[in-house]
């Protein structure tokens, strides 16, 4: 069984005998009663009496001898329900712990999916399957379709269409030229290509990120450390209060009273559960955090400046503009376009679709669909021939622009990306 599982056998347990106990003392067995409430509490006692000899041979006092302290003394005045209670409050933080670490964790495991364990390597006319570990700077790989680049590097082919949302976040696949750098952890959105390799997969971009994130998570920030400082001084202040509450009254109870109170104590426990939450939550966002102590920083930043090429996105392209010829017009442009992006799986076809649908248009299914990687598509809709690609891809095509929609008109107008429709041989461009 693993932590986590101990850790809720512990929290069912302790709540078992509480919810028992309590029945029984109803009915009035309070012996037996008695009894129940100090068995569930027991597993609870001796776990944290373990966790603190651990802590204390490895020189970090910690804030558990209270809550063991508590249950003890509990059970000692004959107050086992309290030391039942305590039990069920240590149980439950410790789990709500492993949650959070958990969740924090699952952005780790999810970039350590996405990690490629073999790569293509060309020796010759052969193609040798490798580990990634085997690769070393100078190989020369083969990035096929919908792969994971394996290692920093350089284009060895005339162009690649690389997805960089795990890298960068941006919405749309980036075409390369021969020369080009390339960074591990892009994926290949395009037909294969063969790569030229400068680093060995440990020395690469998507290695360094996972390191990185490994040591973010693991990091303690100084809000933490002033926890473990205050916890110690904490500590002893509840000893005294407790003390001189027993010897000021002569009633043990006081003094029991005292430690009930003082826990859980969450000044140890929030901050690093808070931290690794925002660590994990951020990095499923897409951020990376350096360390802890930056993130605990963020509180104090009321000005944030992005200095960034290009501009910031969602990580996904969305439509923002419409243009096409009178006869057709915006809305039919769109549904033809719209219609066609049905058979491909393209950011810009999502896009296409997400905003066709958004307007209640009822697109007609494609026929014939012929996708180009990094060019565009061809197809039938409602019998028409239809094109949806890039200026390169329509003008290889064959079909003239539209009279007044030349792609620098386009351009100018749109003031971005466009997507260049063609119908029966004709341009009109649907969107940017």
């Known amino acids: 069984m693993g932590r986590q599982g101990r850790q809720h056998l512990r929290l069912g347990w302790a709540l078992l005998g509480l919810a028992a106990g309590t029945v029984l003392w109803m009915r009035g067995a309070g012996v037996a009663a008695g009894w129940v409430w ?5 597993p609870v006692a001796l776990h944290v009496a373990a966790g603190l000899w651990r802590s204390l041979r490895g020189g970090r006092p910690g ?45 780790l495991a999810d970039l350590l999916a996405r990690t490629p364990r073999r790569a293509q390597r060309l020796e010759g006319e052969r193609l040798e399957d490798i580990p990634v570990a085997a690769i070393r700077p100078g190989d020369l790989l083969l990035v096929r379709p919908g792969d994971t680049v394996p290692a920093d590097g350089l284009l060895a082919d005339g162009a690649a269409t690389l997805d960089l949302r795990a890298l960068t976040g941006e919405s749309l696949p980036v075409a390369l030229a021969r020369g080009a750098a390339v960074q591990s952890g892009a994926v290949n959105a395009g037909p294969a290509f063969r790569l030229r390799a400068s680093h060995d997969a440990a020395g690469s971009t998507y290695a360094a990120i996972i390191r990185l994130t490994e040591a973010a998570t693991a990091s303690r920030a100084p809000l933490t450390r002033l926890a473990d400082r205050w916890a110690v001084a904490f500590v002893l202040f509840t ?17 029991l009273a005292v430690l009930v109170v003082a826990t859980p104590c969450p000044l140890i426990l929030a901050a690093p559960v808070a931290l690794m939450a925002g660590i994990g939550r951020a990095a499923r966002r897409g951020i990376i955090v350096k360390d802890a102590g930056a993130l605990e920083q963020l509180a104090g930043i009321r000005t944030v400046v ?12 969305a439509l923002a503009t419409v243009d096409a010829e009178p006869a057709l017009g915006r809305a039919g442009a769109l549904r033809l376009a ?9 950011p810009v076809s999502t896009a296409l679709r997400d905003a066709a649908l958004e307007q209640g248009m009822a697109l007609a299914p494609p026929e014939a669909v012929q996708e180009t990687p990094g060019g565009g598509l061809r197809g039938v809709v409602e019998g028409r021939t239809v094109l949806l690609g890039g200026e390169a891809y329509l003008r290889d095509a064959g079909p003239a622009p539209a009279p007044g929609f030349g792609p620098d008109a386009a351009l100018a107008g749109l003031g971005g990306l466009v997507a260049w429709l063609g119908v029966d041989g004709r341009w009109r461009p649907p969107s940017c």
Do not use: C, N, Y
């Open 38 to 42: 100090s068995a569930a509490a027991l």
């Open 239 to 255: 000893a005294l209060v407790a003390g001189g509450a027993r010897l000021a009254t002569g009633d043990p109870l006081r003094a």
């Open 338 to 346: 719209a219609s066609l992006a049905q058979g491909s799986a393209h």
């Open 63 to 107: 804030v558990d001898v209270i809550a063991l302290a508590a249950m003890l003394a509990a059970v000692a005045t004959g107050e086992a329900a309290t030391a039942a209670v305590i039990a069920v409050m240590v149980a439950g933080g410790e789990a709500l712990e492993a949650w959070a670490g958990a969740r924090a964790g699952s952005a």
């Open 306 to 317: 992005f200095d960034k090429t290009g501009t910031l996105t969602p990580g996904r392209p």
